[in-house]
């Protein structure tokens, strides 16, 4: 992720995700957080693996990450959702600019999915298993013309 995307992000989940110092100790700043979670669903590692990377304890990365995750879905559901063009001019440029960019003729949008791995849920069976032999969720993406 790119500075201004994550400082964007950071910007909408910062008043959710901000703890105020306590007499024990400080709180975890919002970036940091933010830090954690991405690589945390990035990396697919454990909580346990993250303490090298963090110094922080694995149930303060777990409450963080959930923590931060239900700020992400939360804010990110109040965006606008994706605008489709509405007259024919629109999605005449749209394939236009597909052309014109990519080399692709005729193309009105992208999809794209991976497989995030994931570990078994308690009594999930083969629900999440997939054909590469292991558990996961696929995260899809639709994208437009625009660069």
């Known amino acids: 992720m790119d500075v201004p995307s994550f400082d964007e992000l950071l910007s909408l989940v910062e008043p959710l995700i901000r703890k105020e110092d306590t007499g024990m100790?400080?709180?975890?700043?919002?970036?940091?957080?933010?830090?954690?979670?991405?690589?945390?669903?990035v990396s697919g590692n454990s909580f346990e693996d993250l303490i090298f990377m963090t110094a922080r304890s694995p149930q303060a990365i777990g409450k963080l990450v959930i923590d931060t995750c239900e700020a992400i879905i939360l804010c990110l559901k109040r965006q606008q959702p994706i605008k489709t063009p509405k007259t024919p001019e629109e999605w005449?440029?749209?394939?236009?600019?597909?052309?014109?960019?990519?080399?692709?003729?005729?193309?009105?949008?992208?999809?794209?999915g991976k497989l995030i791995p994931i570990k078994k849920s308690v009594k999930s069976g083969s629900f999440y298993f997939n054909y590469k032999k292991f558990f996961s969720i696929v995260l899809m993406d639709v994208v437009n013309n625009q660069l």
């Open 25 to 41: 100790h400080p709180s975890i700043s919002p970036s940091e957080r933010l830090s954690i979670t991405l690589r945390y669903l």
């Open 92 to 112: 005449i440029m749209t394939s236009d600019t597909f052309k014109s960019a990519w080399h692709f003729p005729n193309c009105l949008g992208a999809i794209d």
